[in-house]
């Protein structure tokens, strides 16, 4: 699966933009995406596993490791409760982006 599948495939899910034309992936990963949680969450993607572009392939444990700290931050107690729910709608969109990858594969 491909960075801007699996991105496209969340915000699908979760009713939020994660990619736009008006913003490129560099642009993201400086910081520059309207939405600062969703830009971080694509930054720490993005970088952990070493794309730059959206046709990168990804693979489940790099992109699960890449969100462990933005989960851990969303987790304590003074945290806004918008970001944890958009945080924790995003983990398991991905897991089911991986899974319907996985079942795609074995038929």
């Known amino acids: 699966m491909t960075l801007e599948q699996l991105l496209s495939f969340v915000a699908e899910q979760t009713n939020k933009t994660f990619l736009s034309?008006?913003?490129s992936l560099e642009q993201i990963i400086q910081g520059q995406h309207p939405d600062q949680l969703v830009g971080n969450m694509i930054k720490n993607i993005a970088e952990a596993c070493s794309c730059d572009s959206l046709s990168c392939e990804l693979k489940r444990e790099d992109v699960v490791k890449a969100l462990g700290p933005l989960r851990l931050e969303y987790m304590k107690d003074d945290a806004p409760v918008d970001g944890f729910?958009?945080?924790e709608g995003s983990i398991v969109a991905i897991d089911l982006a991986?899974?319907?990858e996985a079942l795609l594969n074995k038929s």
Do not use: G, P
Request: cysteine-free; aromatic content about 12%; overall charge negative.
């Open 21 to 23: 034309d008006d913003v």
């Open 85 to 87: 729910r958009l945080l």
């Open 98 to 100: 991986f899974n319907n």
